[in-house]
């Protein structure tokens, strides 16, 4: 696929030919694919499962059962965790708060930080404590199972990422931790990684 | 509390639902239940009691501390778009079908299915309201009656970004014409069991809907069938006040 950068710092996602050509909801990412218009991280996923399934890796198990506990672990960290902790949310949060006491740039970022880190931190405990009970309470090395990702995992590494952005302390989560650290070992992870992108502050280097 | 008692009482084959009268994501699981004719026991768990945060329920039936939580098929399953699509998956033939066939369609059902569960209800549900009035009484006291307003202007702020980028993507759809519901002139799917029960949240926290007239008559279409008024909030046994004896 080509990869055409949106920088969410200048707004770029709120310039009005985005908006209301390819994202209604302002936020990255959008996937053209197929003669179609493509948001919502978790939708595009299924939609590359259903329309490539027997292309490269399944994304998804294929008993319902299994389905199930991925989609639970999925939903957990897309709709349970990440909303809270968007950027756009952060600065709501901020706004609240400046409307009572002035913060220069420093202290909003902190102040953010700290709403990111809680918001992450809550679920965490939750996806922790569900990932810990698996596979007769020993876990599994990616989230549902010992030899395959799934769309879990795709999901956990990057709340794992912003997670250790604003400061949540990871001890207290050995197995998403461990999961996420075996995730980091495989290059669909490795070579797709923030740090690696065209558009990185500062810019990857090449190699 | 009665959601653990129950719990260590049902037989292991039985279908019970974990649920809170006027909890927008319990609401949608209450649908797709009945659209796949799957006849359930109902747990109510009073949130306003805190009944979510008991540890047995916590650490039995929903680490999140939120509703719901569904027991089927020896499973206990939380996130209701996870709920939903096991449902179909394992019920596929049973009742209505809650996703289209085609992968095009299905992948324009869960993009407005996530729209609402992951872009809208989540940044307004209670847990988050609270934590937003905590921040203003760091620094202003609120009696129950402000609070209630400060949530409310909240609710409505971070919905209505989320139901102009809905209503939008509708109003696209069908050459400009929009369906009888979300995707489909025929059919309702996930995608319209998920909006009917924002659009009850937007009205109950004062969203102005006449900028939404695509999601207005979506819900309203909605509302016609059995699926949403037997499982309407007003009609839940743990309603408030109590649903009225027909």
């Given at each position: 696929?080509?990869?055409?950068?949106?920088?969410?710092?200048?707004?770029?996602?709120?310039?009005?030919?985005?908006?209301?050509?390819?994202?209604?909801?302002?936020?990255?990412?959008?996937?053209?694919i197929d003669g179609m218009?493509?948001?919502?991280?978790?939708?595009?996923?299924?939609?590359?499962?259903?329309?490539?399934?027997?292309?490269?890796?399944?994304?998804?198990?294929?008993?319902?059962?299994?389905?199930?506990?991925?989609?639970?672990?999925?939903?957990?960290?897309?709709?349970?965790?990440?909303?809270?902790?968007?950027?756009?949310?952060?600065?709501?949060?901020?706004?609240?708060?400046?409307?009572?006491?002035?913060?220069?740039?420093?202290?909003?970022?902190?102040?953010?930080?700290?709403?990111?880190?809680?918001?992450?931190?809550?679920?965490?405990?939750?996806?922790?404590?569900?990932?810990?009970?698996?596979?007769?309470?020993?876990?599994?090395?990616?989230?549902?199972?010992?030899?395959?990702?799934t769309m879990a995992d795709?999901?956990?590494?990057?709340?794992?990422?912003?997670?250790?952005?604003?400061?949540?302390?990871?001890?207290?989560?050995?197995?998403?931790?461990?999961?996420?650290?075996?995730?980091?070992?495989?290059?669909?992870?490795?070579?797709?990684?923030?740090?690696?992108?065209?558009?990185?502050?500062?810019?990857?280097?090449?190699?």
């Amino acid at each position: 696929y080509k990869y055409a950068p949106v920088n969410l710092k200048k707004d770029e996602q709120k310039a009005s030919d985005y908006a209301s050509k390819l994202n209604g909801m302002k936020q990255v990412p959008i996937l053209l694919i197929d003669g179609m218009t493509l948001t919502q991280s978790v939708a595009i996923v299924e939609y590359l499962e259903e329309s490539r399934r027997s292309s490269g890796h399944r994304l998804l198990p294929e008993q319902p059962q299994k389905r199930a506990l991925v989609r639970i672990i999925t939903e957990m960290l897309n709709s349970g965790i990440q909303p809270l902790q968007s950027v756009g949310m952060m600065k709501r949060v901020v706004a609240l708060r400046k409307e009572y006491e002035a913060m220069n740039a420093d202290e909003a970022m902190k102040y953010m930080h700290k709403w990111a880190a809680s918001s992450i931190d809550r679920g965490f405990v939750a996806l922790e404590a569900l990932l810990s009970k698996l596979n007769n309470d020993k876990g599994f090395v990616y989230c549902t199972d010992d030899q395959s990702v799934t769309m879990a995992d795709i999901c956990l590494v990057p709340q794992v990422y912003n997670a250790e952005r604003y400061g949540v302390d990871m001890k207290a989560f050995p197995n998403i931790q461990r999961i996420h650290d075996n995730c980091m070992k495989l290059k669909a992870f490795q070579d797709t990684h923030p740090t690696k992108m065209m558009d990185a502050v500062p810019p990857p280097s090449k190699q």
